[in-house]
């Protein structure tokens, strides 16, 4: 493998308590030396970035991810899906298990990872809780685990039975893995389309209550607080109420390990940005309320959310030209979570980047234990993201990298130009070449 | 808010939702809130002269222009009411049924608007149980798409017609409007408000009339989040005490329909919410009764009530067709005449 240098940069890396310019040596892979501009040691022979101007950083990781493969290529492939990461600066993506089948078993999970695949950066296969995700029969965690898999869930299909979530967080922390919880009691949900209050009644739509996610972050915290191991690790996905919010603060302070991600539309964009039954502005959790979504932000800027991770749930554009009850919840989000994420928490709300950084690389690198990346201290893998802070620049769809187009952020200001995404000492995105 | 909640809140810039791009089509009615107060009048003025007009004077207005009527849901009134204006009118229509069509084949609602479309058809009404149904039609084929109804939404002809009948009884001669014109009035609608467009498009049309809108009914079917549909909007959950503050009394039918697993125990329910003869003579002697339709005769009200001197029923029936002429006509002509 070649080696490349990234010269001139001004290297933030969070986690390694690094904000100055640096030179950056890659080698087979692995971050092999940094240091102040034009002292680089062994740089013969290696390729070489000019990142003058540019700001470097630890490939970003988004840890709740949809690629669709197996089963749904005409939504996204592996190849698509990982190509759109890596434009949006992504040097790792964790990809959930509903696809078709449901991935559930060592054969999917292996197949996903398979260089076949043709993935543009790393994918991390998160497994099935359940066989076929219907909320009954464990799997073979340690198997998983062994092939691959980061973590559990039954994204998108909750896990409703005590005993069942229960089973799960015993025998994941048994395995060392953890569990991601969609947390919705879809008791509370059936036949809804957007979050429950004046808006849904106005649209004549069914709503969703805060309550159907509040009340099973609250009961699965429970059931971790029975457990008494500490080792348990109970990851709250996408997480959208104030109320959900304020159960996993609660816990914290109770010293359980109970984590969780929020996804940009959910600090950006609340149930009015529906308009008039925008299928771009469905999805599972909902759009909540502007009392939820201050809460969100509040939660980002106070430190109590771990990760910004983006649900990227890419449809066919005829799938979402439905009637607005009828269409699947979902939207795209590799490409414009650095650009929102910068645009707004940095420089509307006053981030500091390097925090906004650290909940898109360091901190969901530890949430699911990915050893070696979420940094880049020496040793570590090659996995960066170049971009230009300063550039802002208009996000359309169409121009996109991802298979499908459906966002509600065509047309948005973003902040912040990706130049190039290298993983593992490979160039995975150029903006020059794209 | 949970205690453990942060106590400090920032005053923070958000993304403001985008303006509405619709309606595409000058000549589409989607929502009440689509018409001005202007709007409202002239379609009120309209359906009054196109009802007077010389049959085979008013048959050439839309001479051989084509209608196309889509209908995913039942309807006797609606789809009569807009069939014999359009036709009234001198246009062609066509009716597609979800039955009987590709519909049942799985073809999208879009993919019947363009077939429509490119049939020749130059305005569609729609009847759908989806909410939103009319918008989504309306941004892919860009015709002039009139709501007759999208699920649990609106039902913009039904709140003129209704509008209509009320300025009949209550301001007899009166069809310029403004946002006086039903100022002391206060109209009352009861029963299954979550699921009715009827209700919905009253209460969003009537206020800005100067109309207070008094909702009615239990819990189940009218949750408290009605009263910030908009303004000028109140619940008062005692029918009686309703009753006596109302000069037009709207009652509902429960929709069985799209109940969704709701049970409701209809003996309570008539004994709390049934507009009898007994209490329109005790509560409101002088106010006029208006229902929709269909009627569910001894459920909602008694047979008396709906054949009764008070009952606007039938009346509203016949309104329909002069609004929906006067629609129809604004549809076709919207572009080339420019009335709004």
């Not at chain 1, 892979?29 to 070489?48: D, N, Q, T």
Request: charged share 20%; proline share 5%; net charge neutral.
């Amino acid at each position: 493998m070649t080696a490349l240098v990234i010269r001139g940069g001004h290297l933030i890396d969070p986690a390694a308590g690094v904000d100055a310019l640096k030179d950056i040596l890659l080698k087979d892979g692995r971050v092999a030396e940094i240091a102040s501009p034009g002292k680089l040691k062994s740089v013969e022979g290696a390729e070489v970035l000019d990142a003058t101007g540019l700001t470097l950083a630890p490939g970003l990781i988004d840890i709740h991810v949809h690629l669709r493969e197996p089963g749904q290529g005409y939504k996204e492939t592996i190849a698509t899906g990982t190509a759109a990461a890596a434009a949006g600066g992504f040097t790792s993506v964790a990809a959930m298990p509903n696809t078709t089948p449901v991935n559930d078993s060592v054969e999917i999970t292996r197949w996903m990872q398979s260089p076949e695949r043709n993935a543009s950066i790393r994918v991390f296969p998160i497994a099935a809780a359940t066989r076929g995700s219907k909320g009954e029969t464990i799997n073979d965690y340690a198997a998983l685990k062994s092939a691959g898999a980061v973590a559990v869930s039954d994204d998108g299909r909750p896990i409703l039975k005590d005993s069942v979530m229960r089973e799960v967080l015993v025998a994941a922390t048994r395995a060392g893995l953890s569990v991601i919880q969609h947390a919705e009691d879809t008791r509370l949900t059936q036949g809804a389309s957007m979050n429950l209050g004046p808006v849904s009644f106005k649209l004549g739509l069914r709503g969703m209550p805060a309550e159907a996610e509040s009340s099973m972050v609250e009961r699965d915290i429970r059931l971790v607080t029975e457990l008494r191991d500490p080792r348990a690790h109970l990851h709250v996905a996408h997480t959208s109420t104030a109320a959900a919010l304020a159960a996993v603060r609660q816990a914290r302070r109770s010293g359980l390990r109970v984590t969780c991600e929020v996804a940009p539309h959910h600090f950006l964009l609340t149930e009015e940005h529906v308009g008039l039954y925008d299928t771009h502005a469905k999805m599972c959790p909902p759009l909540r309320s502007a009392a939820d979504r201050d809460a969100i932000i509040e939660g980002i800027l106070d430190g109590i959310v771990d990760a910004i991770a983006t649900d990227h749930a890419p449809h066919a554009t005829h799938e979402k030209e439905v009637e607005f009850e009828h269409a699947p919840n979902g939207i795209t989000g590799l490409e414009t979570a650095l650009g929102l994420s910068l645009y707004w928490l940095h420089k509307e709300w006053k981030l500091p980047l390097g925090r906004v950084l650290s909940l898109l690389s360091a901190q969901p690198a530890a949430l699911l234990g990915l050893k070696g990346r979420g940094t880049l201290a020496v040793g570590s893998f090659a996995d960066v993201v170049v971009f230009d802070p300063k550039a802002e620049w208009t996000y359309r769809a169409t121009e996109g990298k991802s298979k499908s187009r459906n966002t509600p952020f065509d047309g948005w200001t973003m902040q912040g130009k990706v130049r190039w995404t290298i993983s593992e000492g490979r160039i995975a995105y150029n903006a020059e070449t794209a | 808010m949970n205690p453990t909640a942060p106590s400090v809140r920032r005053q923070l810039k958000t993304p403001p939702a985008s303006a509405s791009p619709f309606p595409y089509n000058p000549g589409s009615l989607l929502s009440v809130l689509d018409l001005s107060l202007e709007g409202v009048s002239k379609i009120l003025n309209r359906a009054t002269v196109l009802e007077k007009e010389d049959p085979l004077v008013r048959d050439r207005i839309l001479a051989k222009r084509r209608v196309a009527l889509l209908f995913y849901e039942s309807s006797t009134r609606t789809r009569t009411s807009f069939e014999l204006a359009a036709k009234s009118l001198g246009a062609d229509t066509t009716l597609v049924s979800s039955l009987s069509s590709s519909i049942e084949k799985g073809e999208s609602l879009k993919d019947t608007g363009l077939t429509l479309r490119a049939l020749g058809a130059e305005a569609i009404i729609l009847r759908h149980n989806s909410s939103g149904a009319a918008w989504l039609l309306e941004a892919e084929t860009r015709l002039p798409v009139l709501n007759a109804g999208d699920g649990m939404h609106e039902h913009p002809t039904q709140a003129l017609l209704d509008l209509r009948t009320i300025l009949t009884h209550l301001r007899p001669g009166v069809e310029t409007v403004d946002a006086e014109t039903l100022a002391g009035v206060t109209v009352m609608i009861v029963g299954d408000i979550l699921h009715s467009r009827v209700a919905r498009s009253n209460m969003l049309l009537l206020p800005r009339l100067g109309a207070r809108v008094l909702l009615c009914g239990p819990k189940e079917l009218l949750p408290e989040m009605a009263a910030q549909a908009g303004p000028g909007i109140v619940i008062e959950r005692d029918f009686e005490a309703a009753l006596r503050q109302s000069q037009a009394v709207m009652m509902l039918r429960i929709q069985a329909e799209r109940l969704a697993g709701l049970q409701l125990d209809l003996d309570e329910y008539k004994a709390s919410y049934q507009l009898t003869g007994q209490r329109l003579a005790t509560f409101a002697p002088s106010s006029v009764v208006l229902h929709p339709g269909p009627i569910i005769r001894g459920l909602e009200v008694t047979a008396g009530v709906a054949d009764g001197s008070q009952s606007a029923i039938l009346e509203q029936v016949h309104n329909g067709v002069a609004i929906r002429m006067a629609v129809v006509e604004r549809a076709l002509t919207a572009q080339i005449g420019g009335r709004a």
